[in-house]
């Protein structure tokens, strides 16, 4: 009785920890977030090498396109320069061959340096100045094919006037700096990325270790709670369990079919429970003494544990009554067990030492459960029903109205 009592003291302090398990649940959920969140962020991580490649890549065909150009403007203005120090218009056609280069690489370096925002200036100066110079080249290859040598080297000499191919070339310096400017922000945003990625394995970390731990406190919570309910572990079976039959008490009985008639509301699915008593058991105590009726209680349950499925609870409502919850179990599923069950009892006998063996039979009542019922009702409507048996002459299975 000293070890009962402290175990149903410690049932009630273990059940404080029903309140904190919704709070161990909600900071998983929170710390699940968090961990989204973060894998989220990896991922984005993950991708910017991807970026970043692309940055470096286009980076080296502006600057690799823009090399090409400076080049062809240097061969350019040597050629210009040999022409007009020498008067010698004959030589247009090497300037010509020169001059097709520049428009190869100007078109190589607009086509490399397209769609970036920051460039769209430089390209757009680039593309104006090549094409006034190559209009002051088109006029002079005209004159000079037209036999006009030197009004040919004189329209030559005021487009270098003009500047245009350092025009071109301050614009080509705008777009290299536009290549190499994203290129710096790439490597920027790699080392903040990187050091982001640092501190989310921490924190990763960190919020794992975290959820393990508050997964395994609210696991030890609910178990503890479980067992309140289900009657598991010591303290669970001493609290929910009846001392002479092993099977649930009466406080255990209607617990679970509160909880049953709950699951059944909700999956829409039947609900059955049955009380039944063994007829004449005050007759019993008093003939063969107060043993033989506890052996006689026994007898019935071991022979009711095997009529049931493993999802059903028999437990002792008193005395010799019993009730057994019979969940997804219609009317006539319930009657087949009960009246299984009766049968069963009155063919096999109670040994009784020095007698012969005790036969005994069982008044069972029966109902299902129906939208206006709860858990008291539904009692009450197997009570009446098992009532009806024993005013009809016992031994005998009634379905409530």
Known sequence: MVKCSLAKTL???LGMGRGKAH???ASIALLGILLLGAAIMVGQATREPQS???VYTHAQVVLRASHD???AMRDVRRQERSILLTGDGADLGGYLERHDALVRSVERLSAAAKGAEDSDDAVDGL???????LKRVAAAVALARGGEKVRAIATLRRAGEDDALSAIDENVDGIVEGASGRSRSASTRSHRV???RSRLVYVMLAGGLALLLLAMLSALALRRSRERIDGGGEFGKCADTDDLTGVANRRKL???LDLRIAEARTNGTPLSFAMFDIDNFKSINETYGHAVGDRTIRHVVRTALRMVRLNDLIGRLGDDEFGMILPKAEQNSAFVVCERLRKRLREEGVPVAGEKPLYMTISSGIACLTDED???SLIKRAERALYIAKRDGRNQVRLAA
């Open 374 to 376: 709860e858990a008291g």
């Open 11 to 13: 049932v009630r302090k």
């Open 23 to 25: 709070r161990y649940l």
């Open 194 to 196: 990187t050091d982001e």
């Open 254 to 256: 209607l617990a679970v």
């Open 52 to 54: 970043m490649a692309k």
């Open 69 to 71: 150009l400076k080049i």
């Open 127 to 133: 593309r104006t100045a090549a094409s006034g110079y």
